[in-house]
DNA sequence: CGGCTTGCTGAGCAACGGTCAGCACGCTAC
DNA sequence: GTAGCGTGCTGACCGTTGCTCAGCAAGCCG
């Protein structure tokens, strides 16, 4: 009676491997808690050794840092607006596709902004510097000022926190409606609109 | 040679320990991310055996969410207005507290809610208790509908985006004021005032 | 003193993160 | 084809951590 065959264990590239490493932790992050997320599982559903995975990443920690700016740059990439779209039309166009990617992947990103903000501080960094990224983005969309540029500190941290706002309120209407779709888009435009106005 | 006499392990009643334990909770969370924190560690302060931390608590999940309860009923507490305020002040009161809880505590808070929203759901649980509970109470200060109640759920769901709102440009400005306090207090208001008015 | 309650401990287990020496696969050189 | 070599990859091992359990010991009653 021969052993059943295990699964053939491919050889792959350095490159090929990471990627599918961090692809197992962008499936499984929504599923798991982060610190429940354990390397025995991740190494088994590659089909390999956990010593390899610690050949790619030198700690958990590395490799949960891949994984979060994996999350972090699909949707940033989702969220920047192709040549296509007129200077105008940006901020709508970046709110609508920000509600778009909530109501498309609710638990995956509450998972994603739950477990970055959480816990590990190095994690919490790769979080930190996509939201700063993401209002880089929409105040070069809004017009206001160069990224990372010297523009006024309290608009900044106002766009920052309206960010923090459309967060929060678009979990909370993506789990309950209590308005129109397009109510919710204009109610958003409108209350930074008027928190720039000042 | 005798040994260094060590500390004298004193018999406390049930109550005692549950609290000094908590209280070392306390200390240690603003210092410590949540996951770094060792069960051993707390027994060690606490001049006590593992074990009997596990006595009092099943799991360290359950330990976590007591403190992190202790931690919400200080603010809840502190953020709840005494009988002399008059009800039309209660909100600005309230505001105002809050903020200086933020300032008193800096990274204590800061850590609380990093800890609290992030990875482990159970915990995360609390806060979003202890939201609940503070939009609650505010809505009770701005007298809108009753805790729990019936009322508009948008409403509802505003109030409770502002105090995202409100939670994010508070952090930044306790890292970096970029206006006044008497101006944030009512750059704040006004916000909360024109959600309102809709 | 004996017996009861109950605060408390130490030894021990399983699971996890992390290390290390070395195997084996696939390539080129002769 | 086979000797050599880079490198993808593994198994065995270690220290720590969460957690269990049988039982000690301190107080309090009769």
Known sequence: ???????????????????????????????????????????????????????????????????????????????????????????????????????????????????AAGGDPWVAEVYEETREALVDLGMGALGIGAPGGLEDPLRRQLVRSWFAFTEDLVHQWVREPATSREDLLALLTDVLGRLLDR
């Not at 999350?71 to 779209?85: I, Q, Y």
């Open 1 to 115: 009676m021969t052993a059943p065959a295990p699964p053939p264990r491919s050889r792959r590239s350095a490159a090929d491997r990471r990627e599918q490493l961090v692809g197992i932790g962008l499936q499984l992050l929504p599923t798991t808690p982060v610190q429940e997320l354990t390397i025995d599982e991740v190494a088994r559903r590659a089909g390999i050794s956990r010593s390899l995975l610690f050949h790619y990443f030198p700690s958990k920690r590395d490799y949960y840092r891949a994984v979060t700016r994996a999350a972090a740059d699909l949707l940033r990439t989702h969220l920047t607006p192709p040549d296509g779209v007129p200077a105008a039309d940006r901020p709508a166009w970046m709110l609508d596709r920000y509600v778009g990617w909530v109501e498309t992947y609710r638990e995956t990103h509450l998972a994603f902004v739950r477990g």
